[in-house]
């Protein structure tokens, strides 16, 4: 579950007074008469999961963890951060599993592909391979060089086991492939953008492959998507935080800073970093989004945010419960002085730190924070969670008045790079 603390904002506002405009946007949001409505097939499928495809996503995860000490998982940008954001919280750094999920396919970096190779070199690998198109030249790149180590190591009947691939249900340069191989596949859905789709197979299965209980995910989802499908932004705490986040953008704040304090969350900023960049950030409007771990960033960062330019906002993504936790140990000799600490859990340290930071960045740095409180780094809240972003962002996109659904800019960099890369037709 969700608590939102607006208390550390500095805003004198009423809620009533944006109720009206906030039903309407919820209107349009409900019935898709918005901007891009055609791609709100999130807002239904949590009701319209299908037994079948769920029932198939469990047993290909539970044949890839049999036979793999490393899943490959290829994508970029909506394809891998919501499952990495998930197993990042939910399973932590350095958790110990029957097998390893690695993400690839995000980057041209040679250093990357090259030492992925090397790593998984006397291994069991698998991959899923993610792309509605099959033409993300990103992913593609990765996936033919890992396609082909795979077939290579394997042979043409033992790699077919291996690979999976997660596409358009028809069109693409993968469906043939598919065909032609016949690997398992599961289909992104037409009506659900890359953004969103970590609720879809594309989340799902690397998530269960990573030993994450999808059923408790797929509930979280469900009950959040009842929960804010209110239309009184005063019972409706998603709205609340669409319209404060742009009450402060009219106040002169253009950058949303989301705040995590434990590296197991580090993920889901740079989801929501996508999530709400390339959804409002477009016809020259939008709130840009960065992040920052504390308190590590608080030693490079925390400078600036305590005195630099009042130009952003704090998001603080708050799990009270911690995946692990200890008793700072006393010492005899106290050299380092730190016994007072002695007997504290390291999960107590690191709140008071929160606490601290908090009082001085709000008090002194006078920086408006928003508080988003998640009970634990489960399964269950996670989903929960990502869809409070979901209506979040849909009704903030509105209120900017910007379609929240496409990304028209992001293929000006791409065909140029297909000239520079001489692909043909560029």
């Known amino acids: 579950m969700i608590k939102l603390d607006l208390s550390y904002t500095g805003l004198d506002y009423n809620f009533q007074d944006y109720s009206e405009k906030i039903k309407k946007i919820n209107r349009d949001i409900v019935e898709k008469k918005g901007k891009g409505s055609e791609f709100t097939g999130w807002l239904e499928l949590p009701f319209n999961y299908q037994d079948e495809e769920i029932k198939k996503i469990k047993e290909v995860a539970s044949r890839l963890r049999k036979i793999s ?7 970029i940008g909506g394809s891998y951060l919501g499952a990495k954001a998930a197993i990042d919280m939910i399973k932590g750094n350095y958790y110990q599993d029957d097998v390893e999920v690695i993400f690839c396919g995000n980057t041209f970096s040679s250093n990357e592909i090259v030492r992925i190779l090397k790593y998984i070199e006397g291994k069991e690998v698998s991959i899923n391979c993610i792309s509605k198109s099959g033409q993300t030249t990103e992913t593609s790149l990765a996936f033919r060089v890992f396609r082909q180590y795979i077939e290579n190591k394997y042979g ?51 998530m269960a492959i990573a030993g994450i209980d999808i059923d408790e995910f797929i509930k979280g989802i469900k009950d959040s998507a009842i929960n804010y499908s ?19 953008h009219k106040k002169g704040y253009v950058s949303e800073m989301y705040v995590n304090y434990d590296f197991t969350l580090s993920s889901i900023s740079e989801w929501l970093k996508q999530l709400f960049g390339e959804s409002e950030g477009k016809d020259g409007k939008g709130i840009l989004p960065t992040s920052v771990t504390n308190s590590t960033d608080l030693h490079s960062m925390g400078q600036f945010v305590q005195e630099g330019s009042k130009i952003l906002f704090e998001t603080i993504i708050n799990v009270e419960e911690p995946l692990e936790d200890m008793e700072f140990p006393n010492d005899s000799e106290n050299f380092d002085e730190m ?10 340290i690191n709140k008071q730190a929160y606490l601290a930071t908090l009082a001085a960045h709000y008090e002194i740095g006078k920086v408006p924070n928003i508080i988003i409180n998640i009970d634990k780094a ?39 790079m297909y000239k520079r890369l001489g692909k043909p037709g560029y």
Not at 69 to 75: A, M, P, T
Not at 230 to 248: H, S, V, W
Not at 339 to 346: A, E, F, P
């Open 69 to 75: 000490d490393v899943v490959l998982i290829c994508g």
């Open 156 to 206: 043409k009947d033992g790699s077919v086991e291996r690979i999976v691939i997660t596409t358009d249900e028809k069109k693409g340069l993968l469906r043939p492939l598919i065909a032609k191989k016949g690997y398992d596949s599961f289909v992104i859905p037409d009506d659900i953008g890359g953004r969103f789709s970590v609720i879809t197979a594309v989340g799902l299965l690397p």
């Open 230 to 248: 209110n239309e009184d932004i005063l019972k409706n705490e998603a709205y609340q935080y669409a319209l404060i986040r742009n009450i402060l």
């Open 339 to 348: 016994n007072y600490l002695s007997g504290k859990s390291l999960n107590w």
């Open 378 to 416: 489960d399964a269950y809240n996670f989903g929960y969670m990502v869809y409070f972003f979901f209506k979040a962002l849909a009704m903030s996109a509105y209120i900017l008045d910007v379609n929240p659904f496409d990304q028209p800019g992001v293929e000006i960099y791409k065909a140029n």
